[in-house]
Nanobody, 121 residues
């Protein structure tokens, strides 16, 4: 059983900052790519930022220059530093990880339960 647990969401004024964290726990061999996704009310879930096991990052155009994704492989933890937040960033933010289980060559997708980020104008 693998669990991804997000933390760090909350309410912030426009222009403010938040830092999200996602801690992976359970039995697994390695975590390959990880990422943050978000879903606003009435909209589909969309990718925000991803990071490979080697540290290669990708960002949605809407967050480039404002958000920074990082990971601490020793702690199996993913981070998202969000600066210059806008009301349009309001959404539930989900952590995603592609995980290899012990004695398996297959990769499995896991999702966290989500954390609410609300940006007031």
């Amino acid at each position: 059983q693998v669990q991804l647990l997000e933390s760090g969401g909350g309410l912030v004024q426009a222009g403010g900052s938040l830092r999200l964290a996602c801690a992976a726990s359970g039995r697994f061999s390695t975590i390959s790519s990880m990422g943050w996704y978000r879903q606003a009310p009435g909209k589909q879930r969309e990718p925000v930022a991803t990071i490979s096991s080697g540290g290669t990052t990708n960002y949605a155009d809407s967050v480039k220059g404002r958000f920074t994704i990082s990971r601490d492989n020793a702690k199996n933890t993913l981070y998202l530093q969000m600066n210059s937040l806008k009301p349009d960033d309001t959404a539930v933010y989900y952590c995603h990880g592609t995980v290899r289980l012990p004695a398996s060559i297959r990769l499995y997708d896991y999702w966290g339960q989500g954390t609410q980020v609300t940006v007031s104008s």
